[in-house]
């Protein structure tokens, strides 16, 4: 019985033993199944660190130190690569035909075309052409120009020599004659000498241009202006415009010659009565020389721009009216005849022909001559003329005729006249003080017959001197404004200038007209062939 139970027991104790056995091995042979791949990949993963090995050593050592840090980067780049196909937007198939088709034509369109390319190129070569074929025709037009100025120019010296040539010298002073030929020179124009109280013609150079021809006037217009603004009170007794009693003075006006001051004292006087002061003073009438053929010249009637007191347009005067008008101005208004002594002919000496007189106050008329006299002192005049005779003129430089005219009249002493100078210049480069050389040279031949007393009452009355701030600038300046713009961006030195300080500006009123512009026509100057017939030559304009 004992033994029985025994062996139930053993039997019993067999089978939980048995059943855990079996529990264990089946446990064993599934951990045996998993760990059967991890263990080829590690096979796998040892062998391409082994190749790696091979080929660099570190790069082995570093990646066996880690390996776990390398897997979880690739299951990271995994993750991210994933992400970003979910998350990218999703293209349009059509659409990106259309990029495609887009992209293809751009590409074609790029590429030049062939005949537009020479197309373009022909069109730049003719528009190359064009410019430089108006460049020509510029450079062509400015050689022609060039050319008839020249032309111009000979023609007026050409003219000048041959009326010289024929000018009548019977009863001339022969020595002042060859002074005013030879200080003339090369230069187209003519020379007026002539006894300021009597009227006696020492010399004319040039009798054509002196007599029969008359001439813009240019800023010796001034002097007529002045004496009408005098009169009419427009200037009052300071020399100021108006009421003003500061500023720019009537003397130091006349002596630089400043074109506002006079153009707007014409313009408060007027046209009409501009007209009538230059008549009163000679211009624009004739003078009754015992020579055929003189003109009367020119008066503006009906021309109110300011340009007329200033530069004289449409005015034309001879040498022998500004010769009659600044001789009146000096000699107490006293109007002479100019006379060309003929012995042979009057068979007689000299005789003075009876004159007329300035319808006028004298005080008008000789309130310019301070002005004329700070002209060869300080003024436009300066360089020319030697102030220490007792000059005293005018200036004008301005373009009339076709041409620049340079002008200057003059007596000398002021205080008490002898001979009155008026010279007239034509071409290109000429200006008023060229004209006044001119005159100056005249004045040196005739300084010995000359007596001046400096000290005397009337040499005190007429010298007013140069204002304070031109007294170390005592040069010339630019008279006209024609001038001006002919010369337009050359700088001078403030010097130069010669404004008296803290004169308020005066307005210009200046407009420009069709005199402002030279105009160089062609000049023919033809001569007769038989040298036993005399005539004069004639200028025949195409």
């Excluded at 019985?1 to 939980?16: D, H, P």
């Excluded at 066996?64 to 990271?76: F, R, S």
């Excluded at 992400?83 to 293809?104: E, G, L, N």
């Excluded at 004739?286 to 009637?301: C, D, Q, S, W």
């Amino acid at each position: 019985m004992k033994l029985m139970c025994s062996e139930n027991r053993l039997l019993g104790l067999a089978f939980v033993l048995s059943l855990m056995f079996a529990v264990l091995s089946a446990g064993a042979e599934a951990q045996t199944k998993k760990a059967v791949p991890a263990s080829k990949t590690a096979v796998k993963k040892n062998q391409t660190t082994a190749k790696d090995a091979r080929k660099d050593p570190r790069q082995t050592a570093a990646t066996a130190k880690k390996p776990a840090t390398a897997k979880k980067n690739t299951q990271t780049s995994a993750r991210s690569t994933t992400t970003a196909k979910k998350t990218a937007p999703k293209v349009d198939p059509k659409v990106s035909k259309t990029a495609a088709k887009t992209s293809t034509t751009g590409r074609k369109t790029a590429k030049p075309d062939p005949k537009k390319t020479a197309a373009a190129r022909r069109a730049e070569e003719a528009r190359r052409q064009a410019a430089l074929a108006e460049q020509r025709r510029r450079e062509q037009a400015a050689r022609e120009a060039r050319e008839r100025k020249l032309a111009f120019e000979r023609g007026l010296r050409t003219q000048t020599v041959a009326n010289i040539t024929n000018d009548v010298t019977e009863g001339e002073d022969l020595k002042v004659r060859e002074a005013a030929v030879n200080a003339l020179g090369n230069r187209a124009g003519t020379v007026v000498v002539m006894e300021a109280k009597t009227g006696k013609l020492l010399t004319v150079v040039n009798q054509d241009w002196a007599i029969r021809h008359s001439f813009k006037p240019c800023s010796t217009i001034k002097l007529v202006t002045g004496v009408a603004g005098i009169n009419e009170e427009v200037i009052n007794e300071s020399g100021g415009v108006g009421e003003s009693t500061s500023g720019l003075k009537l003397d130091n006006a006349l002596a630089r010659s400043n074109n506002p001051y006079f153009q707007q004292v014409g313009s408060k006087v007027g046209n009409t009565k501009m007209i009538d002061y230059a008549r009163k003073l000679g211009l624009g009438t004739r003078t009754g020389i015992n020579v055929e053929g003189e003109t009367a010249g020119k008066l503006p009637y009906g021309n109110n721009n300011a340009r007329v007191y200033s530069h004289g347009d449409d005015f034309e005067v001879t040498p022998l009216q500004l010769a009659v008008m600044v001789s009146a101005l000096t000699n107490g208004g006293k109007k002479v005849v100019p006379q060309i002594h003929k012995p042979r002919v009057e068979k007689a000496a000299f005789r003075e022909k009876p004159s007329a007189r300035v319808d006028l106050p004298r005080d008008s008329f000789e309130g310019v001559l301070p002005g004329m006299v700070g002209a060869a002192e300080y003024g436009t005049a300066a360089r020319g003329v030697d102030a220490a005779m007792g000059v005293a003129g005018k200036t004008g430089s301005c373009i009339g005729g076709g041409s620049w005219v340079g002008l200057f009249a003059s007596v000398a002493p002021v205080e008490d006249p002898k001979y009155a100078v008026v010279v007239i210049t034509r071409g290109q480069d000429e200006r008023g003080r060229h004209a006044a050389a001119i005159a100056g040279q005249v004045y040196r031949q005739l300084n010995s017959r000359i007596n001046r007393n400096p000290e005397s009452i009337w040499a005190k009355k007429y010298v007013s001197g140069p204002p304070p701030t031109a007294v170390a600038a005592a040069v010339e300046t630019d008279e006209d404004e024609d001038e001006a713009v002919e010369q337009t961006e050359i700088a001078k030195p403030a010097a130069v200038r010669m404004v008296p300080a803290a004169q308020p500006a005066i307005k210009k009123t200046v407009q420009k007209t069709s005199q402002s512009k030279p105009v160089f026509p062609p000049v023919v100057i033809t001569y007769d062939k038989n040298p036993s017939e005399v005539k004069r030559p004639r200028i025949v304009k195409n």
